[in-house]
């Protein structure tokens, strides 16, 4: 019911609500995104302004969404969009919107659990809003953001990333004094301050001309300076107590008491009963109070229950809506907890809890549960906990269904009580073990690795738990989840060496143990534990996961340290064996080794960058888009990188992100646009994925340890701080186990780079010690790169180069201008530009510093220059132009590259292919006549491989990822 009540005058917020509106609407442009988050204590005025701004933009053409976060922990995943939704499909008269309303809804009802489907779900709603909205712009008003469940929080986040052509807004009010401690939405807000788009609005209180302005409207005349100081003294501004403050003045109510308990308690009493009693009932339920549900717990006759509502709305005690009933504050639920005996306040979570039984619905299981625990029933609570949870799952809100199960295990060790008519709660089967089981693999899955473990102990403990195998091996996955790779190597090999572990145990454990192995870069190690699970799997049915992650794990130690063409051929049949399978995750792992591979150690980068792309595109037909997929896609962003098409690379980590990856998937994309945002210089950006990396490492993650130290320590560098460089760098080389001769490598060089800095900076003084174990370093790398695979050597002795220079740098503060340039053409010849133009500025400075060869010093300049413009190297390029411009040399008339623009909503040309070769217009003309790759391969006489790179680049430069878009876009540009 919605109030009846002139409501006060909106005062003193002119101006927010003016720029509210403009950063929601006016300054968006078409296709981007928005969002004002809107903070202040209780009774600021939050809610007045979300529905004036809401009615604002509405009434400018907007469609407007908006929903309520429930004000318990417990409350089900993604409840604010879905109530939003409802309450429009209520609304809309449009057949075609309503159509997209029930349609989306329908997603969140067909919706089924899995590790991956949160993102799908993710893409599928914001599918589903774009139908909704109907080419308009739309906005999502939320209030009571402090209480918003972790599914809703990553909604808004995956929004907030962007939706293509999709104008979104974002307006949520959140309570400033529950943002306190370690409030999940602290550091949501911290994070998205950083966005251009994004604002925090704290709204403040009433000055003292707000103060004295609102309570003469609502007296009716300007108040005396007494009573106008007294009530600003009382109020301190917030409109909500001025209000009631006026309000009791102006009825001629005396005699309150200076606390706005007082106030709030004599307003409550001065209701007759059955308001009164709509009022705590109120105050007791989870907000919105449906009107029918009220009914049942205050069990009045509807004509009094409705002159009871009138009364409390007239009061200003209550707000009406079309959804329920709400406080209008929730300070008076605060204030009225203290006044009911425990009995009473019980009685009345038990009325709600007889009434949300007996009309049982999905979004009921929450309150349903919190209702009867405060009723002092868990044993009625305990099944609604449990269905709860199991809801949570179904939508992938791992992180409620983590507090959902965790409630449950709390609520079966209670003693259960004998309620008032004398009758027990039927008796509930409950099997703890299942409770501690469901609740470790949900903290697992929502990232609490420590609870998860903690649970896990406790699993174990318990008779009537798992075996121990099974225990061992989920331990094992735990611990390494959060990073702790010692223990869960411990509790593989606990499993491979127990009797009583059955054989599919044991190849489990064999094959998970090589996996994390190679992560850890102890390539020999995995290579020969792979083997071991591949002998287990031999002889045990049903182990084809286990063989494909074997095999994975034994085609990349070959590869890497002997027999590439071996390690590729062991690699191409697992994935031969995942795809006969049809096992998602096994063709998932079984792409990503191999896309690792070629684009890492091998540095066939052009066939590397290709698989990456195909894995990604057949995983995400998988339903795997949002981890494996992401991965591939920074496979594929790596390699672009190294091959110096940064361009493109950022497309596609851009393309990658969009999907909010979490855990390590996060960590490998922003590790990627990392590696990018340095060579760009790119500070800011590059500080910030740094910093969100090592916040995901805290909690594990140690095959990510040295890239970003690598990255750290160039970063460093450029900006001038060559002892933070050393510091990563040292780091590195004492936490590094790795048999990776190539990061290795890479991680001397930036540590020699460092000191060879300081050195000719003169800022930092070069540290004996840390270039002496630099030196040991680079020895111990060419040993045993003379023992790896040839690729592997070839890759390696290219990093070996630019160290062997770096030396020469400190040796004598000029350096060897044969050393760089050997230096450059090896790295020419891999085809690596980045390395190739900085090693051709250090020949070039070593040949000024020697003054000789000034010709072929400035020369070198100029092509490091025209490689860096191209690349967009803002640091490369600057330092390039000062050192030709103390030489006096004339470099090539071009632009100075600029910090990468975001791109622009791409705008179609008349002739979308004429950005394609002849040849690439040929296979694309075969693609859209349905041939595979190998039967065009044979009409235009060239290989299937090349085939699929010339696919490959058709898909860059038409930016499309299947070929189905190809094709679509070929039919509507061929001539007729």
Known sequence: MASDVDSAPLVGRAGTVATLRSALLDDVAPGHTAAVFLTGESGVGKTRLLSEVGEQVRQAGALVLTGTC??????????????????????????????????????????????????????????GLHLVAGGRPLVLVLDDLQWVDRSTRQLLLYLLAGLGDLQLSVLAAIRAESLRGAHPLRRVLAELRRLRSVQVVDLLPLDRAGT????????????????????????GGNPFVVEELARDRRDGRDGLSDTLREVFLGRVDALPQPAHAVVQAVAAGVEPVEHWLLAQVVRLPEDELLDAVREAVAHRLLVGADDGYRLRHRLVAEILAGELLPAERAALHRRYAEALTAAPAELHQARLAHH????????????????????????????????????????????????????RPAPVDVDRAELLSHAAEAAHHSGEHARALTLLAELSADPA??????LHIRRARYLAAAGRSAPAEEEYRRVLSATDCSPHERCTAAARRAELLLHLGRYAEAGEQAREALDLAAGVPGCTSEVVLAS???????????????????????????ESSGRPEDVACAYLHLAELLTGPLNILEEGVVVARRGAERVAELGLGRTWETRLLAVATNGLFRVGQWAEAEKVVAAALRHRPSGADAVELLLARCRLSVGYGDVEASDRDLEAVATVLAGGGARHVLPMLILRAGLAMWQGRHDLARQAVQRGLTESRSDDVIVLATLAWHGLRAEAEAAASRTVEVDPNAVRRLREVVDRVTRKSARAGAPVRYVADGFLALCDAELSRLDDGRGDPELWGRSATEWDRRHHPYPAAYSRLRQAEALLSRRSRMATAGKLLRQAHATAQALGAVPLSAEIRTLAGRARVTLDDAPTPAPRPRAAPAVPAVDELAVLTAREREVLAAVAEGLTNKEIGQRLFISERTIGVHVSHIFDKLQVRTRVQASAIFLRNRPE
Do not use: K
């Open 70 to 127: 429930l004000d318990i922990g417990d409350a089900s995943p993604l409840h604010p969009v879905r109530q939003a939704l409802r309450r429009l499909d209520a609304d809309l008269a449009e057949a075609r919107t309503t159509s997209a309303v029930r349609g989306l809804l329908q997603v969140f009802d067909e919706e089924t659990p899995g590790p991956d489907g949160a993102g799908a779900l993710l893409e599928r709603v914001a599918q």
């Open 372 to 423: 009867w625990r405060q009723a002092g029933e868990p044993a009625r609570a305990l099944p609604a906990a449990m269905a709860a949870a199991r809801e949570a799952e179904r939508l992938h809100g791992y992180a409620e269904a983590h507090r959902h199960w965790s409630t449950a295990l709390t609520l079966a060790a209670t003693p259960a009580v004998v309620p008032p008519d004398g009758g």
């Open 552 to 578: 994975s794990a034994l085609g990349f130690s070959e590869a890497f340290l002997g027999d590439p063409a071996d390690g590729l051929t062991v690699m191409r049949r697992a994935l031969e064996t995942a």
């Open 465 to 470: 738990g798992p075996p121990t195998c099974a």
């Open 212 to 235: 004295d302005e609102l309570a003469a409207a609502i007296v009716g005349a300007p108040l005396p300076p007494e009573a106008a100081d007294q009530l600003w003294q009382r109020s």
